[in-house]
């Protein structure tokens, strides 16, 4: 079966510090991978995805994430946190196989920085 | 400027009532999604349009029904709204290589 998978319920760090928010996936073919940021009583807003080339893919708002075919995870990291970075983090995978566009969402990450 | 536009933001209804959400996209894209969202879950899937070829997944219930009259704008009916149903609703659009949100409509069933 297609699933993302996302470890932590809950990430905290301190402001200033890295961070990372893992995923992995198990998927079919070549997947496409994506993280998505969402803030209280918002849409999802699209951080940065992987498709292919590059391993290590840069985003939004200083976000970064490295794909690692070997360990079929994706995570996601920042060098130095800040306070506004606090929110609920989503990895989403499309099978590459798929000829629709439905993607798989993992459960879901809540990052808390402190200042 | 807003690329996926849903109104309303907040939407209160009763038990029983029907309720209509709408989205609209500036993308021009053929395809559209409708997720329902509850309390910090991951979105799941209802529907989807490409272009007007429906696509209903096997577990949403009958209840939700969805119309798009045009590729910008894309209607999601809940014909007797449940207690169970009060959610996010979240409207996306967009192709292959990524999925563009809408702002979410949260639904208050009283």
């Known amino acids: 079966a297609q699933s993302v998978a996302q470890p932590e319920d809950q990430v905290n760090v301190a402001e200033g510090n890295p961070l990372t928010v893992k995923c992995t996936y198990s998927v079919s073919g070549n997947p496409y991978l994506f993280w998505y940021v969402q803030y209280p009583n918002r849409g999802l807003q699209f951080l940065l995805k992987y498709i292919t080339g590059d391993n290590l893919v840069k985003g939004s708002y200083g976000f970064e994430a490295e794909f690692n075919k070997s360990q079929t995870s994706f995570h996601l990291k920042k060098p130095s946190a800040l306070v506004s970075d606090s929110a609920l983090y989503f990895c989403?995978?499309?099978?590459?196989?798929?000829?629709?566009?439905?993607?798989?969402f993992g459960s879901g990450t809540r990052l808390s920085i402190r200042p | 400027d807003a690329m996926v536009i849903q109104n309303p933001r907040y939407q209160v209804t009763q038990f029983g009532k029907p309720v209509t959400l709408s989205c609209s996209q500036t993308?021009?894209?053929?395809?559209m999604y409708w997720y329902q969202q509850k309390s910090s879950q991951a979105p799941k899937l209802l529907f989807h349009?490409?272009?007007?070829?429906?696509?209903n997944e096997a577990d949403t219930p009958d209840n939700f029904q969805s119309r798009r009259p045009n590729t910008s704008f894309c209607f999601l009916d809940i014909r007797s709204p449940g207690l169970g149903d009060a959610a996010m609703y979240l409207c996306a659009t967009g192709g292959r290589d990524t999925q563009y949100f809408g702002p979410g409509t949260r639904l208050t069933v009283l």
């Open positions: 989403a995978v499309r099978p590459g196989y798929s000829s629709a566009s439905k993607i798989i």
């Open positions: 349009y490409y272009d007007k070829d429906f696509n």
């Open positions: 993308l021009n894209h053929n395809v």
